[in-house]
């Protein structure tokens, strides 16, 4: 069983930066993939990042690729997304998750119905 608690979000001007953290419970969390996922109003939870159990391997959405740094700390059991250059359509509510298995394809990292854990969420607002 793995807990997942977001932090760092907030408002922030269009152009400004954000880093969200997802800390995590459990030994085995640096087994797992980790994604990060959004939900802004009145859409669905759609994708945003996500992160191999090493930190070897990343895979962005395209709306965020150069924009978006998905990166991890094994030793502290934390994921990070570091938000660049924001934009007002980046405004939504941040979710991270997390699957027991190292498997790494697009086909599987992508979709949330393969994600066993969430966290609560934490709600990224970007002001033009």
């Known amino acids: 069983q793995v807990q997942l608690v977001e932090s760092g979000g907030g408002l922030v001007q269009a152009g400004g930066s954000l880093r969200l953290s997802c800390a995590a419970s459990?030994?085995?969390?640096?087994?797992?993939?980790v994604g990060w996922f959004r939900q802004a109003p009145g859409k669905e939870r759609a994708f945003v990042a996500a992160?191999?159990?090493?930190?070897?391997?990343?895979y962005y959405g395209d709306s965020v690729k150069g924009r978006f740094t998905i990166s991890r700390d094994n030793a502290q059991n934390t994921v990070y997304l570091q938000m660049n250059s924001l934009k007002p359509e980046d405004t939504a509510v941040y979710y991270c998750?997390?699957?027991?298995?190292?498997?790494?394809?697009?086909?599987?990292?992508?979709?949330?119905?393969?994600?066993?854990?969430w966290g609560q969420g934490t709600q990224v607002t970007v002001s033009s």
């Open positions: 998750a997390a699957r027991p298995a190292r498997t790494w394809t697009i086909a599987i990292v992508t979709p949330q119905n393969n994600y066993a854990y």
């Open positions: 459990g030994r085995t969390f640096s087994s797992y993939t």
């Open positions: 992160i191999s159990w090493s930190g070897e391997n990343t």
